[in-house]
């Protein structure tokens, strides 16, 4: 079965970080530019972050610039979005997707179910 599965998401305070984690079942994520994005309730779906495949490529949201990070590790087959310095208004759910080919791009066509974080004192 394909899937890809989100991890590490939970509570946080402001000013905290977590690391979410983004891992494939049933096929490898090597060749495929991976994007994170994220959804409040009642907001649109905002791209957060996309590593390219080969990791050489990032490209970060200017909301989140200067606080998160994305990486991979494609031994391991995941790739991660290491997020500092958190804020309120970073809550939403966290879905990480694969984008149609190598390169970061505008179009993802395969989804995970996302990972909640919350951001609250």
């Known amino acids: 079965q394909l899937q890809l599965v989100e991890s590490g998401g939970g509570l946080a305070q402001p000013g905290g970080s977590l690391r979410l984690s983004c891992a494939a079942s049933?096929?490898?994520?090597?060749?495929?530019?991976i994007g994170w994005f994220r959804q409040a309730p009642g907001k649109e779906r905002e791209g957060v972050s996309c590593i390219s495949a080969a990791g050489d490529v990032t490209d970060v949201a200017n909301s989140v610039k200067g606080r998160f990070t994305i990486s991979r590790d494609n031994a391991k087959n995941t790739v991660y979005l290491q997020m500092d310095s958190l804020k309120p208004e970073d809550t939403a759910v966290y879905h990480c997707?694969?984008?149609?080919?190598?390169?970061?791009?505008?179009?993802?066509?395969?989804w995970g179910q996302g990972t909640q974080v919350t951001v609250s004192s």
């Open positions: 049933g096929f490898t994520l090597d060749t495929y530019a």
């Open positions: 997707a694969t984008a149609v080919d190598s390169g970061c791009t505008n179009v993802y066509d395969f």
